[in-house]
């Protein structure tokens, strides 16, 4: 009785009252913005095995069997622009960061992008290794990445109300990872100074995926062998002059 009863029911008919983002593809991996101003997302749009059909599915180690998928970030709906990978996004979706052309983007949520290095002299240079993963802080209204300047490793804190920047230097060594701690006030950095393992170079020799990678997976990881020199894990206090100095050290 109960299944005849159910069987009746008519059936709720979904709702489209927002946006429609991407195409009618094969769809892989999403972040959406909460509050639906813009998703990036992969998609497969091309027979890039020649098969006569675009379809795409995944093996058990995460990469994409069948058609190549590719990043695409869209901003109030639509098929989306391209991009080589998606970076970071603010907690409450106000701001994004994204790879285009081999460039780091950010943007705000209407897609209207910001420019870098403000206060910077002349041959600073946004950089952004393999492996390397910019950060917002808690509130996504500071946001942290890694350039160059008269070929050194510098941090920038881009305080975005303010539209300034803050220069942090990580001290010496080759930068692996940053992050801010619960408070919001301190960085804690993590970075290669040594060659422990003795291999001539100093940091990780993983074979890092490629920014492609990020939406047809990364068949490597399967037989993935890392040699990593041990890093040092650092505290920087984040202050309001233009450089906040490394205060302390310890080993991890």
Avoid at 18 to 40: C, E, I, K, Q, Y
């Amino acid at each position: 009785m109960l299944a005849e009863r159910a069987s009746a029911l008519p059936l709720a008919q979904p709702q489209r009252d927002g946006p429609t983002f991407g195409t009618a593809h094969p769809l892989g991996s999403m972040t959406v913005d909460p509050g639906a101003r813009w998703v990036a997302f992969c998609q497969a749009r091309k027979d890039t095995n020649g098969d006569g059909r675009v379809e795409a599915s995944w093996g058990h180690h995460g990469e994409v069997i069948g058609d190549r998928m590719a990043a695409y970030l869209a901003f109030s709906g639509g098929e989306g622009q391209p991009i080589d990978a998606f970076a970071a996004a603010a907690p409450t979706g106000d701001y994004v960061s994204f790879v285009r052309g081999g460039r780091l983007v950010l943007a705000s949520s209407d897609g209207v992008p910001i420019t870098f290095g403000a206060g910077m002299r002349p041959g600073f240079k946004v950089q952004r290794p393999a492996g390397w993963s910019e950060t917002f802080d808690s509130t996504g209204k500071r946001f942290l990445y890694l350039a160059r300047k008269n070929r050194h490793e510098v941090l920038r804190l881009r305080e975005l109300e303010a539209t300034r920047e803050i220069e942090i230097d990580p001290g010496p060594g080759m930068v692996d990872s940053v992050r801010f701690d619960p408070s919001g006030h301190w960085l804690v950095i993590g970075a290669y100074t040594r060659d422990d393992n003795r291999d001539g170079t100093i940091g990780s020799t993983a074979n890092h995926p490629t920014p492609g990678d990020a939406c047809n997976g990364f068949p490597g990881m399967k037989n993935l062998v890392v040699r990593s020199d041990a890093p040092e894990t650092r505290v920087a206090r984040i202050g309001t002059d233009k450089v906040a100095r490394v205060v302390a050290f310890a080993l991890s």
